[in-house]
């Protein structure tokens, strides 16, 4: 990493040591194969079945206890796993919609044995496994960190078009106008600069230039489940997990070939006082997915075609999907695989109303503008040693993203910006003998920009300077979880991040964290956890030169990553199969939080500056309970956001008080109801003096099984409430219809 040579030697060295570790781990995973090739492991085989139907079941996570091994069953409900250490074993296997079950047995040395589970049936479905929290796959609430994970099952039966429009109704995810936002870390940042990493199974998939989430651009079809941890998560993810983690996890090729196609249109009913336009607004996609294994490779394509009038003027959108999925042979038990996705995109520009009486319009200035985006996502799991104590795996990944602006007239109307970031992770997950697991790591990263909008200014801040900028990060870390003694389990690690742009000094963070659960009986987990958070700037933060709506920006080299220390205590329960209950008290300490402000001597001139310290704390409880034996589920969520500038004492703009959400769904989500409710926002940048106040929004589903299509259709905003979406002189979407047809061949 050239870049970094001119920092001092401390921090030079913090960054080599990233580098060699990525070199020591991988060598080291060869000498951990190499010792295992001489074991005469056993092999664990049979079928994991419905213990009322007798009916096999497929994706169901099937776990060696005491050992690393996983695997999933097949569609047929069988399963293999090779490489059990001989002697007494315990077979755990775990799906949602069941109660876990477990087995034992006795692995013969150099043999295999055969062990069929079947599996009770229970009314509130909860998914069974999460990876994010550790690093490492286990049973939900098995770790002392406050998780979340919404199905891909429940994904599909919200009948939404992105991942964006299911996120709010996971406990403790809230929206700001586009901005994901995780128990009021975030606010409104206008995508740019997010505090929650997004991962693509376990890859970050961020933008390279403004560290956004382009939500668009992650796959529907295949969604295993999405997994969300909350809070200041640095320890083991590094910048962007300042406020909590997404990662969207998509499931693997199956055995079948399967082929999926997916049609929806809609249109949109703005209220008659707010028409624009006498034509329709309407809306449209078609996504064609197909699988298949080719000898030992297994292969899955998608191509998506969508296209959006919008509900405001110059709101279209036109984009185009590509992505592709390769699972790999490998000599491990896990397969290795690699993934490939691609979007391009145009987008009309709105970015405030007109006036109070023509919201859904744009001021005449800026009609017809418009901009082309496309984003590339690459990123591979490499797993060359995985035995039933030693798991190393390597983790390459490339984001390019681009955007040209066509705007009329202004300092912004031909911008243009295009970065790459590569980086790769090493992870060693050990399980020694009698404890639990370890975890070590490496990751390294260069993002190239070139832009001409993004770079140094010149001595005139009138003249914009063409810049090509670059940044460097690097992160080390480490993760023990704490064997159970009495109910008590707990884990400890650390991370130290290196992050170095162009013309500035290097930025240096250390986040440690720990953490304690305790189950006093089985079906009670209690949590307590500390942990420090941190972001490193983004490019746009930094080198960004530009006007915009009247306001000039200049770079500001200067500027460091915010930090924050993150503290919960908190309590998981499922006192019976039918009811699921969460809860838990947050408060989060931030330092050096990135915002505009007046550039020094400059008053009529901005750039972004560390500027805020600020509190947040509040509580999050959710529930899940099913009524009739599973004939009607509801969940509830809420979260209270108390926030505070230490500084104006004033709270934190863009957040709401209160925010609750709702669902009620009946025989298995053929009626569904949701409900979201903000309160008034507290605190607002731009414009202060406009009324602002709470709201509530209304979705109506509905879903019908016909001839082996699924048919679906969604009212949103079905109560046609009229609200400002977080973000002054932007009101939310109006009243629209979807309607969906879903076959699977």
């Given at each position: 990493?050239?870049?970094?040579?001119?920092?001092?030697?401390?921090?030079?060295?913090?960054?080599?040591?990233?580098?060699?570790?990525?070199?020591?781990?991988?060598?080291?995973?060869?000498?951990?194969?190499?010792?295992?090739?001489?074991?005469?492991?056993?092999?664990?085989?049979?079928?994991?079945?419905?213990?009322?139907?007798?009916?096999?079941?497929?994706?169901?996570?099937?776990?060696?206890?005491?050992?690393?091994?996983?695997?999933?069953?097949?569609?047929?409900?069988?399963?293999r796993v090779?490489?059990?250490?001989?002697?007494?074993?315990?077979?755990?296997?775990?799906?949602?919609?069941?109660?876990?079950?477990?087995?034992?047995f006795?692995?013969?040395?150099?043999?295999?044995?055969?062990?069929?589970?079947?599996?009770?049936?229970?009314?509130?479905?909860?998914?069974?496994?999460?990876?994010?929290?550790?690093?490492?796959?286990?049973?939900?609430?098995?770790?002392?960190?406050?998780?979340?994970?919404?199905s891909?099952?429940?994904?599909?039966?919200?009948?939404?078009?992105?991942?964006?429009?299911?996120?709010?109704?996971?406990?403790?995810?809230?929206?700001?106008?586009?901005?994901?936002?995780?128990?009021?870390?975030s606010?409104?940042?206008?995508g740019?600069?997010?505090?929650?990493?997004?991962?693509?199974?376990?890859?970050?998939?961020?933008t390279?230039?403004?560290?956004?989430?382009?939500?668009?651009?992650?796959?529907?079809?295949?969604?295993?489940?999405?997994?969300?941890?909350?809070?200041?998560?640095?320890?083991?993810?590094?910048?962007?997990?300042?406020?909590?983690?997404?990662?969207?996890?998509?499931?693997?090729?199956?055995?079948?070939?399967?082929?999926?196609?997916?049609?929806?249109?809609?249109a949109?009913?703005?209220?008659?006082?707010?028409?624009?336009t006498?034509?329709r607004?309407?809306?449209?996609?078609?996504?064609?997915?197909?699988?298949?294994?080719?000898?030992?490779?297994?292969?899955?394509?998608?191509?998506?075609?969508?296209?959006?009038?919008?509900?405001?003027?110059?709101?279209?959108?036109?984009?185009?999907?590509?992505?592709?999925?390769?699972?790999?042979?490998?000599?491990?038990?896990?397969?290795?695989?690699?993934?490939?996705?691609?979007?391009?995109?145009?987008?009309?520009?709105?970015?405030?109303?007109?006036?109070?009486?023509?919201?859904?319009?744009?001021?005449?200035?800026?009609?017809?503008?418009?901009?082309?985006?496309?984003?590339?996502?690459?990123?591979?799991?490499?797993?060359?040693?995985?035995?039933?104590?030693?798991?190393?795996?390597?983790?390459?990944?490339?984001?390019?993203?681009?955007?040209?602006?066509?705007?009329?007239?202004?300092?912004?109307?031909?911008?243009?910006?295009?970065?790459?970031?590569?980086?790769?992770?090493?992870?060693?997950s050990?399980?020694?003998?009698?404890?639990?697991?370890?975890?070590?790591?490496?990751?390294?990263?260069?993002?190239?920009?070139?832009?001409?909008?993004?770079?140094?200014?010149?001595?005139?801040?009138?003249?914009?300077?063409?810049?090509?900028?670059?940044?460097?990060?690097?992160?080390?870390?480490?993760?023990?979880?704490?064997?159970?003694?009495?109910?008590?389990?707990?884990?400890?690690?650390?991370?130290?991040?290196?992050?170095?742009?162009?013309?500035s000094?290097?930025?240096?963070?250390?986040?440690?964290?720990?953490?304690?659960?305790?189950?006093?009986?089985?079906?009670?987990?209690?949590?307590a956890?500390?942990?420090?958070?941190?972001?490193?700037?983004?490019?746009?933060?930094?080198?960004?030169?530009t006007?915009?709506?009247?306001?000039?920006?200049i770079?500001?080299?200067?500027?460091?990553?915010?930090?924050a220390?993150?503290?919960?205590?908190?309590?998981?329960?499922?006192?019976?199969?039918w009811?699921?209950?969460?809860a838990?008290?947050?408060?989060?300490e931030?330092?050096?939080?990135?915002?505009?402000?007046?550039?020094?001597?400059?008053?009529?001139?901005?750039?972004?500056?560390?500027?805020?310290?600020?509190?947040?704390?509040?509580?999050?409880?959710?529930?899940?309970?099913?009524?009739?034996?599973?004939?009607?589920?509801t969940q509830?969520?809420?979260?209270?956001?108390?926030?505070?500038?230490?500084?104006?004492?004033?709270?934190?703009?863009?957040?709401?008080?209160?925010?609750?959400?709702?669902?009620?769904?009946?025989?298995?989500?053929?009626?569904?109801?949701?409900?979201?409710?903000?309160?008034?926002?507290?605190?607002?940048?731009?414009?202060?003096?406009?009324?602002?106040?709470?709201?509530?929004?209304v979705?109506?589903?509905a879903?019908?099984?016909?001839?082996?299509?699924?048919?679906?259709?969604?009212?949103?905003?079905?109560?046609?409430?009229?609200?400002?979406?977080?973000?002054?002189?932007?009101?939310?979407?109006?009243?629209s219809?979807?309607l969906?047809?879903?076959?699977?061949?």
């Amino acid at each position: 990493m050239t870049a970094l040579h001119s920092a001092s030697a401390p921090r030079r060295a913090a960054l080599a040591a990233a580098g060699a570790a990525l070199v020591s781990l991988g060598a080291l995973g060869r000498t951990l194969r190499a010792q295992d090739s001489s074991a005469t492991p056993a092999t664990l085989r049979g079928v994991v079945s419905d213990a009322r139907t007798g009916h096999p079941l497929g994706d169901a996570t099937v776990i060696v206890a005491g050992t690393l091994l996983r695997t999933r069953t097949s569609v047929r409900g069988e399963y293999r796993v090779s490489g059990v250490p001989p002697g007494r074993r315990m077979v755990r296997v775990l799906r949602i919609g069941y109660r876990s079950a477990t087995r034992e047995f006795v692995a013969p040395s150099a043999d295999t044995v055969q062990v069929d589970v079947a599996m009770p049936p229970v009314a509130v479905q909860l998914a069974p496994v999460t990876v994010t929290s550790s690093r490492v796959e286990h049973r939900v609430g098995d770790v002392p960190a406050s998780e979340a994970v919404m199905s891909g099952a429940e994904v599909a039966r919200r009948n939404v078009i992105t991942l964006d429009q299911a996120l709010p109704f996971v406990p403790g995810v809230l929206f700001n106008h586009g901005d994901v936002d995780i128990r009021g870390a975030s606010g409104l940042a206008g995508g740019v600069g997010s505090r929650v990493l997004v991962l693509l199974d376990g890859h970050p998939v961020l933008t390279a230039d403004g560290g956004e989430v382009d939500f668009a651009s992650l796959p529907l079809l295949d969604v295993d489940r999405v997994e969300v941890v909350k809070g200041a998560y640095s320890a083991l993810y590094g910048s962007n997990a300042l406020g909590g983690v997404v990662n969207v996890v998509t499931s693997p090729v199956g055995d079948e070939a399967e082929t999926v196609v997916s049609a929806h249109y809609g249109a949109f009913a703005p209220p008659s006082r707010y028409r624009f336009t006498g034509r329709r607004l309407d809306f449209s996609g078609l996504a064609l997915q197909h699988s298949r294994r080719v000898g030992d490779v297994g292969v899955r394509l998608l191509v998506d075609r969508e296209t959006s009038d919008g509900f405001r003027q110059d709101d279209r959108s036109d984009r185009w999907l590509l992505r592709g999925k390769v699972e790999l042979p490998s000599p491990a038990t896990r397969p290795s695989f690699a993934y490939a996705v691609y979007s391009a995109e145009d987008d009309g520009n709105f970015f405030a109303w007109r006036d109070a009486g023509h919201p859904y319009e744009v001021p005449p200035a800026t009609a017809d503008d418009w901009a082309r985006n496309s984003k590339l996502s690459v990123g591979a799991t490499l797993v060359p040693v995985a035995t039933g104590s030693r798991l190393v795996e390597v983790t390459p990944y490339l984001e390019r993203d681009a955007t040209q602006n066509h705007f009329h007239g202004g300092a912004d109307s031909t911008d243009y910006h295009r970065a790459t970031k590569v980086g790769t992770g090493v992870q060693l997950s050990l399980l020694p003998r009698g404890g639990r697991t370890l975890t070590l790591g490496a990751e390294v990263g260069h993002t190239l920009i070139s832009s001409n909008f993004l770079g140094r200014a010149a001595a005139d801040t009138s003249t914009r300077f063409v810049g090509h900028p670059t940044l460097d990060d690097g992160g080390i870390f480490a993760q023990a979880e704490l064997p159970a003694t009495h109910g008590v389990s707990g884990a400890i690690g650390a991370r130290l991040d290196a992050h170095r742009a162009t013309g500035s000094r290097a930025d240096v963070s250390l986040s440690p964290k720990a953490g304690v659960l305790y189950r006093p009986v089985p079906w009670l987990a209690a949590r307590a956890s500390i942990a420090h958070g941190y972001r490193a700037p983004s490019a746009i933060e930094q080198f960004v030169s530009t006007t915009q709506q009247g306001f000039h920006v200049i770079p500001n080299p200067d500027l460091h990553g915010e930090t924050a220390w993150s503290a919960e205590i908190g309590a998981t329960g499922t006192p019976w199969d039918w009811l699921w209950l969460d809860a838990a008290l947050f408060q989060s300490e931030y330092r050096g939080l990135i915002a505009p402000a007046s550039a020094p001597a400059q008053p009529f001139v901005f750039q972004f500056r560390n500027v805020q310290r600020a509190r947040v704390r509040g509580v999050d409880l959710s529930v899940k309970a099913a009524i009739r034996g599973g004939a009607v589920t509801t969940q509830l969520s809420y979260v209270y956001v108390d926030s505070r500038d230490l500084d104006t004492h004033l709270a934190l703009p863009y957040r709401s008080r209160h925010n609750l959400t709702g669902s009620v769904d009946v025989l298995g989500g053929l009626l569904g109801v949701d409900v979201r409710y903000r309160s008034r926002v507290q605190e607002v940048l731009v414009y202060p003096l406009d009324p602002r106040g709470a709201f509530t929004v209304v979705d109506v589903r509905a879903a019908y099984r016909v001839l082996g299509t699924t048919l679906q259709a969604r009212v949103a905003n079905a109560l046609q409430a009229s609200y400002v979406d977080v973000m002054e002189r932007t009101l939310g979407p109006p009243r629209s219809v979807l309607l969906t047809a879903m076959r699977t061949f």
